[in-house]
């Protein structure tokens, strides 16, 4: 099948630090791919370079197979990607409605459709009950849904996830993962960025590691868990071995 | 479709309505020139107000030069009427276009800078403005111009000492102001433009165009600001560099919106209907000995609504918005 999203040799530096260096990798549609690595990995850069708030110093990134890469945030979001935020970005001044509104209005002119697909998306995402709570009302863990449903509303075709679930309490995050899922349910395409190994490996497909801004290794759960690099990476050398 | 957002859109739909029909009979009872003078300076302030506030308080761009816009549609309109004979009600729209170009051209660059450095920037855009005008003679210079009467009528807004009528057009440039702010509160762009204010970052991964959005505004905001340029120049019956186009009108136009509620809708009007009446007693009381002091007054305020209601006067009126929807 062929990919919805194509990184190709994708490298970007922040003033001689390298946060990103010839990152190659697809995600096909319909699946929910992991990004895994330590702190400073390169994970957030990387997403930003997707979704267009930076651009790339060399490589490309190919949506559907047409080039995104270095056009700009908004026509990224235009054609269909969607992205949260790893430090929450809510709109505090609206209602959580209105936060999902804004998200609506990518794609729909009038405020009858922009207000009905909030409705919608806010049902599904399990947020109805607090439609009319101010936006800087809601506890973390309704934030982090606040974030899903508005860029839902976008109706993207790929969905990036940047720790999601970090923060929360085992209960909560399990209600994120139901929400993953049930997003996946729907034909999104989801990339999510996350520490918690345990809620994570579950969830994904596949897995991508990085580190020091570069591809380790890409599997499955159950191959990334015994890569002898991957345990290095992640508990040093002393551990590697066995 | 009913929700919270469509039901209160009705209520200050219904509210304004209520409003606007008091204040046609408002100044009925009061025959004195001196109160219905203050109360046409009130309305004046309140929809220069209301025009600042959407660019200042929906987009989040908070212009400090808006005398700018308020003076060349004062010009424009008075000098198409003193030279041409055109009548104010085309010299308004031709003020609201030439005002909202220059916003355009203003904002331009200045919206490349962020935050501080814009309102900064239409601060020395607007004393460019000043001083240029203050040396054109082609257009009077630092002596100004003044309107030739030409005769009581509605067409030329001009009535020689009735103030009753003022009264009305200012009412009906605050309707304007109003609605057009309520327009684009329920509109797309309202929602794109508070997206901008509260967060640019998330807004672009929305796909809010931030730039436009920003431009957008400031048009609006501007035309809107040159149509009361339009209007005040009648009203006075003279204008010059001093009067209409200085940096502490800038600052009075934003005020009333910022003392009533930044980016409300009811703030301008609120703000507008505490400051003026204010200010115009603290000069009958103090005289010119007083000058000064109203901007002490000013500053006072300002102080005691930010410590006291950050929220502006008109948190006054809202019951307690928490959280607990359910």
């Not at chain 2, 809107?224 to 800038?250: E, K």
């Amino acid at each position: 099948m062929a990919a919805l999203l194509e990184i190709r040799n994708l490298s970007k530096s922040f003033g001689g630090v390298a946060a990103n260096v010839e990152i190659s990798f697809d995600v096909a549609p319909g699946e929910i791919l992991g990004l895994l690595g330590p702190n400073g990995a390169g994970k957030t850069s990387l997403f930003n370079s997707i979704s267009g708030e930076v651009t790339p110093d060399a490589g490309e990134i190919l949506l559907e197979g047409r080039r995104i890469s270095g056009l700009g945030p908004v026509a990224c979001a235009m054609a269909g990607i969607a992205r949260t935020f790893q430090v929450v970005r809510s709109f505090d001044s609206m209602s959580v409605r209105e936060n999902v509104m804004v998200g609506a209005f990518t794609r729909l002119g009038s405020t009858r459709a922009a207000m009905a697909q909030a409705d919608e998306t806010m049902e599904f995402c399990g947020l109805t009950r607090r439609a009319d709570a101010p936006a800087h009302m809601l506890s973390p863990a309704e934030k982090r849904r606040l974030e899903v449903a508005r860029a839902l509303a976008t109706k993207p075709k790929i969905l990036l996830l940047d720790e999601m679930l970090t923060g929360l309490t085992p209960t909560e995050a399990q209600e994120g993962v139901a929400l993953v899922r049930a997003v996946q349910a729907q034909g999104v395409t989801i990339l999510m960025v996350e520490h918690v190994m345990e809620v994570v490996l579950p969830l994904v497909s596949r897995a991508i590691v990085l580190n020091l801004g570069r591809v380790l290794t890409t599997g499955t759960p159950a191959e990334i868990v015994k890569h002898p690099e991957v345990i290095r990476a992640y508990l040093g050398d002393r551990y590697a071995a066995g | 479709m009913q929700n919270a957002i469509t039901l209160r859109r009705r209520r200050e739909l219904i509210t304004a309505g209520v409003l606007v029909a008091l204040l046609i009979v408002l100044p009925l009872p009061f025959h004195d020139p001196y109160t219905r003078n203050l109360m046409i300076l009130t309305l004046l302030y309140a929809a220069l107000a209301q025009s600042w506030n959407i660019l200042g308080g929906t987009c989040g761009q908070i212009s400090l030069g808006h005398s700018l816009y308020f003076g060349v549609g004062a010009y424009v309109s008075t000098l198409l009427f003193v030279w041409h004979g055109v009548p104010p009600w085309f010299g308004m729209l031709a003020a609201a276009a030439v005002a909202g170009l220059l916003a355009l051209l203003v904002g331009w660059p200045c919206f490349r800078l962020s935050g501080h450095y814009y309102a900064i920037a239409t601060v020395v855009v607007q004393e460019i403005a000043y001083l240029l005008f203050l040396n054109w003679d082609d257009i009077g210079g630092a002596s100004g111009v003044y309107v030739p009467f030409h005769g009581q009528s509605w067409l030329n807004l001009q009535f020689r000492t009735a103030k009753l009528p003022y009264f009305y057009v200012m009412l009906g440039f605050f309707a304007l102001t109003w609605i057009a702010a309520w327009w684009i509160e329920g509109s797309r762009w309202g929602f794109s433009w508070r997206a901008v204010k509260d967060d640019v970052i998330a807004a672009r991964s929305l796909g809010v165009r931030v730039f436009p959005s920003k431009m957008a505004a400031a048009a609006i905001s501007g035309g809107l600001t040159g149509i009361g340029g339009a209007i005040f120049a009648q009203f006075v019956g003279y204008i010059d560099p001093d009067s209409i186009l200085s940096g502490p009108l800038s600052i009075l136009i934003a005020l009333p919106a910022v003392l009533g509620g930044v980016g409300t809708l009811w703030g301008p009007l609120l703000g507008a209907a505490v400051l003026i009446p204010l200010r115009e007693l603290s000069s009958t009381f103090l005289g010119s000995s007083g000058s000064g002091v109203d901007l002490m007054l000013y500053g006072a305020l300002i102080m005691v609504v930010a410590l006291w209601r950050p929220q502006g006067l008109v948190s006054l009126f809202q019951r307690g918005r928490n959280g607990s929807a359910s």
